[in-house]
């Protein structure tokens, strides 16, 4: 039997990462079963769904690294679909048609509630399955006897008594069908072998199977996983920081630390915490979803970003780089390469918003200098020796100006001048970087390069001489 899942969200908004897990976790069940993975958008909510919010999931998704392998269908295209099986339904007896006024049925609701009774649709419409003459909802007549059995991969067993459950309205009187309806009749269609979704759903899956049971389709098997929740033990939301996928990426983050902190937040393989996508599809399933929810800690998620920067291509970084700092206003063409750029950075930088940040100062036409630290090191004193070092770093050619030879430069003028290192590499920094806090010395003065690397030490020179 081939393995098949599928990811379905309704467009009504961006792609949070609470469905990014659920459209992960799906995705490496197949992608382990070798079997295929399926996306679908339940637009039936056509007040709420935009083509908009489709873009922003479909994008989201991309960024993610999950392809898929059909679709994506949109349940609005499905609609003769849904309407031949409810006709199904009817013709059948299983289904009918309910003429109840919403105020008739809050009324029931309200007087139920005050009994101390569940809430239940009363059967008054059951038998009705002749088409009536006024607009009618059609309900799914749901057996009183007898309980209905989730054998769930996740949270194990679970038991409901038929009697709890009252008869489900599977198309509106709008003509519109429902969506618990709409999912069975997709999942069954799409022959789909395993559905994991979060445990929200869990109420929902016994009316479902009795629907399944009602057509005689295959039950798939169930996983429902448990939710994020944020630090304060709280369902996740905004108030927790970003939740959207895509708000992700535009601070910094990159797909691959993402992906991995998501898998991990619910999942355990051990004490592994960090896995490449070949490690994650080998070892996933289900077997080792937890069943409580997962807490999302934003700290852990910037720990296991600054790892992937760190062990990211240098050129990939670059580009990554590029537009954050052209959004704020910098032509990367003027300055130094790039590539070069983000090798200096990339040990210190926890996001690629951060390292664009630091990167900054490479790109400025003129250094903008930390007043404490100009106060401190750019003085009468410290112009000898950066007229030292411009007097050294002239001579070396282009072809040597490498860390060796700006090092070799460095140790000569220590040696001259009878100074640490540190004497000489802050006042320096400051010259070119505006602060006392730089990547190494060495390595940005030959990033820079020789010709801008003079022009921002005798900038620095004249600076000190025009305040004395």
Same mark, same amino acid.
């Given at each position: 039997?081939?393995?098949?899942?599928? +990811?379905?969200?309704?467009?009504?908004?961006?792609?949070?990462? #609470?469905?990014?897990?659920?459209?992960?976790?799906?995705?490496? %069940?197949?992608?382990?079963?070798?079997? *295929? +993975?399926?996306?679908?958008?339940?637009?039936?909510?056509?007040?709420?769904?935009?083509?908009?919010?489709?873009?922003?999931?479909? !994008? #989201?998704?991309?960024?993610?690294?999950?392809?898929?392998?059909? #679709?994506?269908? +949109?349940?609005?295209?499905?609609?003769?679909?849904?309407?031949?099986?409810?006709?199904?339904?009817?013709?059948?007896?299983?289904?009918?048609?309910?003429?109840?006024?919403? !105020?008739?049925?809050?009324?029931?609701?309200?007087?139920?509630?005050?009994?101390?009774?569940?809430? *239940?649709?009363?059967?008054?419409?059951?038998?009705?399955?002749?088409?009536?003459?006024?607009? @009618? @909802?059609?309900?799914?007549?749901?057996?009183?006897?007898?309980?209905?059995? =989730?054998?769930?991969?996740?949270?194990?067993?679970? =038991? &409901?008594?038929?009697?709890?459950?009252?008869?489900?309205?599977?198309?509106?009187?709008?003509?519109?069908?429902?969506?618990?309806?709409?999912?069975?009749?997709?999942?069954?269609?799409?022959?789909?072998?395993?559905?994991?979704?979060?445990?929200?759903?869990?109420?929902?899956?016994?009316?479902?199977?009795?629907?399944?049971?009602?057509? $005689?389709?295959?039950?798939?098997? +169930?996983?429902?996983?448990?939710?994020?929740?944020?630090?304060?033990?709280?369902?996740?939301?905004?108030?927790?920081?970003?939740?959207?996928?895509?708000?992700?990426?535009?601070?910094?983050?990159?797909?691959?630390?993402?992906?991995?902190?998501?898998?991990?937040? $619910?999942?355990?393989?051990?004490?592994?915490?960090?896995?490449?996508?070949?490690?994650?599809? /080998?070892?996933?399933?289900?077997?080792?979803?937890?069943?409580? @929810? #997962?807490?999302?800690?934003?700290? *852990?998620?910037?720990?296991?970003?600054?790892?992937?920067?760190?062990?990211?291509?240098?050129?990939?970084?670059?580009?990554?780089? !590029?537009?954050?700092?052209?959004?704020?206003?910098? /032509?990367?063409?003027?300055?130094?390469?790039?590539?070069?750029?983000?090798?200096?950075?990339?040990?210190?930088?926890?996001?690629?918003?951060?390292?664009?940040?630091?990167? !900054?100062?490479?790109?400025?036409?003129?250094?903008?200098?930390? /007043?404490?630290?100009?106060?401190? %090191?750019?003085?009468?004193?410290?112009?000898?020796?950066?007229?030292?070092?411009?007097?050294?770093?002239?001579?070396?050619?282009?072809?040597?100006?490498?860390?060796?030879?700006?090092?070799? @430069?460095?140790?000569?003028?220590?040696?001259?001048?009878?100074?640490?290192?540190?004497?000489?590499?802050?006042? &320096?920094?400051?010259?070119?970087?505006?602060?006392?806090?730089?990547?190494?010395?060495?390595?940005?003065?030959?990033?820079?390069? *020789?010709?801008?690397?003079?022009?921002?030490?005798?900038?620095?020179?004249?600076? =000190?001489?025009?305040?004395?």
């Amino acid at each position: 039997m081939e393995v098949r899942t599928r +990811f379905a969200p309704s467009p009504t908004g961006y792609l949070h990462v #609470g469905g990014a897990r659920t459209a992960i976790f799906n995705w490496l %069940f197949a992608k382990h079963h070798k079997g *295929k +993975f399926i996306l679908r958008i339940e637009d039936t909510d056509q007040e709420r769904s935009t083509d908009e919010s489709t873009n922003a999931i479909l !994008e #989201g998704m991309s960024w993610l690294g999950m392809d898929w392998d059909e #679709g994506p269908f +949109f349940q609005a295209k499905r609609v003769d679909i849904y309407n031949e099986h409810v006709e199904r339904l009817i013709k059948d007896g299983k289904a009918f048609y309910c003429t109840c006024s919403p !105020e008739e049925l809050e009324a029931k609701r309200q007087k139920a509630l005050s009994e101390g009774k569940k809430p *239940k649709y009363d059967g008054k419409c059951r038998g009705n399955t002749k088409r009536p003459d006024v607009p @009618a @909802a059609v309900r799914f007549l749901s057996p009183d006897e007898g309980y209905t059995v =989730v054998d769930d991969m996740v949270k194990g067993r679970v =038991v &409901v008594d038929n009697a709890e459950l009252d008869d489900l309205v599977i198309r509106r009187s709008d003509g519109w069908p429902t969506y618990n309806f709409c999912v069975v009749i997709d999942d069954a269609t799409m022959k789909m072998t395993h559905v994991i979704r979060g445990d929200d759903h869990l109420n929902n899956t016994p009316r479902q199977i009795q629907m399944y049971e009602a057509f $005689g389709y295959p039950v798939p098997k +169930f996983g429902h996983v448990p939710m994020i929740l944020g630090s304060d033990k709280t369902r996740l939301s905004k108030r927790h920081g970003a939740t959207s996928v895509m708000a992700y990426r535009d601070m910094g983050y990159l797909p691959e630390a993402l992906f991995n902190y998501l898998v991990r937040l $619910g999942w355990s393989h051990g004490d592994q915490e960090i896995f490449s996508r070949d490690q994650l599809i /080998e070892a996933f399933d289900l077997e080792n979803v937890g069943k409580s @929810a #997962g807490v999302f800690n934003p700290e *852990k998620l910037l720990w296991l970003n600054a790892h992937y920067i760190k062990e990211s291509d240098n050129r990939k970084l670059g580009s990554l780089v !590029e537009p954050f700092l052209e959004g704020k206003g910098f /032509e990367i063409s003027k300055g130094p390469n790039l590539e070069k750029v983000v090798v200096t950075l990339k040990e210190r930088a926890k996001t690629v918003l951060e390292m664009a940040d630091f990167a !900054e100062f490479y790109y400025r036409d003129e250094v903008i200098y930390d /007043e404490k630290a100009a106060e401190k %090191f750019l003085t009468p004193e410290t112009s000898s020796v950066l007229e030292s070092l411009i007097a050294k770093l002239q001579p070396i050619s282009d072809d040597g100006f490498r860390h060796d030879g700006i090092e070799k @430069a460095f140790k000569e003028i220590t040696e001259e001048k009878g100074l640490k290192l540190k004497e000489i590499a802050q006042p &320096v920094r400051v010259a070119l970087t505006g602060s006392t806090i730089s990547p190494g010395i060495f390595e940005v003065i030959e990033v820079l390069g *020789k010709g801008e690397t003079v022009k921002r030490l005798q900038r620095a020179i004249d600076s =000190v001489s025009s305040k004395n």
